[in-house]
Structures are given as structure tokens and as C-alpha cells.
């Protein structure tokens, strides 16, 4: 593998955008290729990023030759198809969250992935900022006490337009797949795996969440609080809590660049967290470091834990009573 990794995106919308902009932030990364299904948005979407390739389908995206990692950045229901795809092609593959609509698909393209022997990475970029890193060791270090539970929540007001993606169950709308699986995948980075869950959600008319509560159950004895909205604005921060205090992910906690401890009679720090770039760049850098070294996961997020995730998404789904064309 060569010390410059080459990447090509699949799909041209906003968050294949941000993706390609922390591509230019990051060192030993290029964008080499754009697929899209016509050949006019990947050129495009490519002249504002160094006029890589444009292909004008996935499958020549999937078949090229100069790329050796494929991120995927397409709409839910259709990354199991993409990823699919760009893994028979021959490429690795960094996949948006939520990796797919469903566990079924998602065992379906890990198993695709371990039978060619190639790379394959959730892009749960929160996994991998300077932020969550500092959580850890602050944990790790003692400071706050034996930890006991995990309270967050990530909540914004979303457009109420029926045809927008986040409105509409056959494009995986929803807030537990857009910003629940945010607080569910740190939980348990925090915590170690989910035991039980319980859920509970307001739905819309067209059968998605609008507001979603669940608390987790974790080995060990711990327990996270978790819940996500469409239609309120929260602090959307994260706190885990010990027996001598608490350490706080602040404002946004997926992008927070600091955290506060506050230990018990008032003593009370904050740490500066700054990430690089839009903060893709740092799962960016992941990804190339595992190629360079010929990893097939990530050990900062592993093909079990993507599993994991997905089968405590489909159990929620199931007590909240939402269902996508994907699971009929």
C-alpha cells in the first residue's frame, strides 16, 4: 500500500461533500475518483475538489482502478447495495452511519467483506475525535470515581416537509437513525456492550420517529439515558457519571472541543478537545492508518460492534413500532 491513499466517494449530496472536504484536510489522502448516476453531477461535484475521475455510475466507481477505498455516502437504504458493491469491485470500503437499514444487511455485507479479505469500516466518525479520546482517559485515569451512567442526547429541529429523506420511512427517515445512534454507539464505547434495552417514541403520521427516549442496560452493571429528536432543540450533550464526580462532553457532544470535569466539593476543569478539520478527518486518518498496515477493521470500531449496534437499533425500532420497506 502506498504511503498516499486513494479515495473515491459514492454519491454527491451534502454529507459526500463534507466527507470530500476533510479528505483535503487530511495528509496522505487524495480524492481520486467521484461516482455518481449521471456523469454530469460527479464532474460536478468533482470541480470543486481537484477534478478527480468522474464516473457516471457506481458500478465504474466500483471497477476503477486508480481508488483503493470507496466511502460510501449515499442515503440509508442504500448502503448494504453500495457497500456490496464497491467490496465485488475489489475496493475497501468506509461506509456512512447508520451502516445499513437493518442486522440482516449489515451481517450480510460484513460476511461479503471477511470472504474477500478486505477493509471495512463503519464511518461512526465520532469513535475517533480528540474529544472522546480525552472522555476515556479521564475515565480510565480514575479521577471520576468508579463510573455508573451515561446521560445523552442529541436533538435539533428538522424541516417538517413530508418529501424531505428525514420524513420519509422508505429513505430510513427518522431520528433514532439519524442522531440516536450517535449517543447509542458512544454509550457503549463507554460502557462496553448493551445487556437490554427499552425504548419509547413519538411517531409521525408516516410511521418515523419524530422523539426517541431509550435507556441501556450494560455488562458490568452500568446503565446510559439516551434520547434524540426531530422536532426539539436540546443542549445535546453527553455526561458520564462516577462515585467522585462527572466529566461532560459540552455543546453538541459529537463535536465537542471541550470537556468539563466536576468533581465532588465544587473542584471543577475544563479540557481543551480540538478536532481537525470538519472532524471527518480523524476517522479519515483511521481508515488510511488500517490500509497502510493491512488491517480489515478498525479496532476503534470493529465489525462486531458495528453488528452490535445495528441489532440494538432493530430492537428499538421493533418496540417503538417503526419498520422500513428493508425488513418486510
Known sequence: MSDIIRWGILGTGR??????????????????????????????????????????SYQALADAPEVDIIYIGTPHPMHAENTLLALRGGKAVLCEKPFTINLREARQVVAEARRRKLFLMEAMWTRFMPALAEVK?????????????????????????????????????????DLGIYPLSIACALLGPAESVQAQAILSEAGVDMTTGFTMKHKGGTMSISSCSLRSRSPSELTVSGTLGSVRMEGMFHLSQTVTVKLAGGVSRTVSTPYLGNG?????????????????????????????????????????????????
Not at 448516476?37 to 477534478?51: K, L, P, T
Open 137 to 177: 482517559r479521564i475515565i480510565a485515569s480514575g479521577e471520576i470515581g468508579v463510573v455508573n451512567s451515561v446521560h445523552a442526547d442529541f436533538s435539533f429541529v428538522a424541516t417538517t416537509d413530508p418529501e424531505n429523506r428525514v420524513n420519509k420511512r422508505e429513505l430510513g427517515g427518522g431520528a433514532l437513525l
Open 15 to 56: 454529507i459526500a461533500r463534507d466527507f470530500a472536504n476533510a479528505l483535503k484536510d487530511t495528509p496522505g489522502a487524495v480524492l481520486a475518483a467521484v461516482g455518481s448516476r449521471s456523469v454530469e453531477s460527479a464532474a460536478a461535484f468533482g470541480r470543486e475538489f481537484g477534478n478527480p475521475s468522474a464516473y457516471g
Open 280 to 328: 471527518y478527518v480523524h476517522e479519515v486518518i483511521e481508515a488510511g492508518r488500517c490500509l497502510r498496515e493491512g488491517l480489515l477493521e478498525s479496532p476503534g470500531m470493529t465489525h462486531d460492534e458495528t453488528l452490535a449496534m445495528m441489532e440494538l437499533l432493530d430492537t428499538i425500532r421493533a418496540q417503538i413500532g417503526v419498520r422500513y420497506p428493508a425488513d418486510e
